[in-house]
T-cell receptor
Framework: KAGVTQTPRYLIKTRGQQVTLSCSPISGHRSVSWYQQTPGQGLQFLFEYFSETQRNKGNFPGRFSGRQFSNSRSEMNVSTLELGDSALYLC?????????????FGQGTRLTVV | AQSVAQPEDQVNVAEGNPLTVKCTYSVSGNPYLFWYVQYPNRGLQFLLKYITGDNLVKGSYGFEAEFNKSQTSFHLKKPSALVSDSALYFCAVREWYGNAGNMLTFGGGTRLMVKP
């Protein structure tokens, strides 16, 4: 069974540009969440999608957005990139919204903003 | 609001010795607790979870965790450490928001160093 796939693995962008990251969840999983990992702030929740609807959103500016498609694949977009957006972006998929269900993470996309 | 604390940035242990990685939590309702491990340049791998039931939870790679409600703790343990266990460990709590979904709140992580 294939795991969570995130593309691309590495990305270098310039300040002011925008970027789109992609996540393909485990087959049959309908919930996708995104997290940002930085050395200073640790792991922070960005948003969660289920059945193409955003269910929950973390405390990030509106420059961070996402969406989920009918096949459960998800994308997140960051516009007007800032140096502080450099981070490892992790996608996690879960079977559903049940609170006791574990999330399975992809290997992440490492974004560097220069 | 939920929160998780991992009081130790790093834990050093000799191979073959038992290891403990500490975690305390704060939630307003029932706690749903998880441990994840992260190897360099990799995502997070699920180790184990506590939802309800026995306070001692067994997980992957010989790890277990003990849930203590009175101390609001969920410490990760392993009877005999391996050098290959050296990695970054994260404790997380999940809180349910009904139709608003749920989210994981992570601790700051503990780096485990197992020396031969």
């Amino acid at each position: 069974k294939a795991g969570v796939t995130q593309t691309p693995r590495y990305l270098i962008k310039t300040r002011g540009q925008q970027v789109t990251l992609s996540c393909s969840p485990i087959s049959g999983h309908r919930s996708v969440s995104w997290y940002q990992q930085t050395p200073g702030q640790g792991l922070q929740f960005l948003f969660e999608y289920f059945s193409e609807t955003q269910r929950n959103k973390g405390n990030f500016p509106g420059r961070f957005s996402g969406r989920q498609f009918s096949n459960s694949r998800s994308e997140m977009n960051v516009s007007t990139l800032e140096l502080g957006d450099s981070a490892l972006y992790l996608c996690a998929s879960s079977l559903g919204l049940e609170v006791g269900t574990e999330a399975f993470f992809g290997q992440g996309t490492r974004l560097t903003v220069v | 609001a939920q929160s998780v604390a991992q009081p130790e940035d790093q834990v050093n242990v000799a191979e073959g010795n038992p290891l403990t990685v500490k975690c305390t939590y704060s939630v307003s309702g029932n706690p749903y607790l998880f441990w994840y491990v992260q190897y360099p340049n990799r995502g997070l791998q699920f180790l184990l979870k506590y939802i309800t039931g026995d306070n001692l939870v067994k997980g992957s790679y010989g790890f277990e965790a003990e849930f203590n409600k009175s101390q609001t703790s969920f410490h990760l343990k392993k009877p005999s450490a391996l050098v290959s266990d050296s990695a970054l460990y994260f404790c997380a709590v999940r809180e349910w928001y009904g139709n608003a979904g749920n989210m994981l709140t992570f601790g700051g992580g503990t780096r485990l160093m197992v020396k031969p």
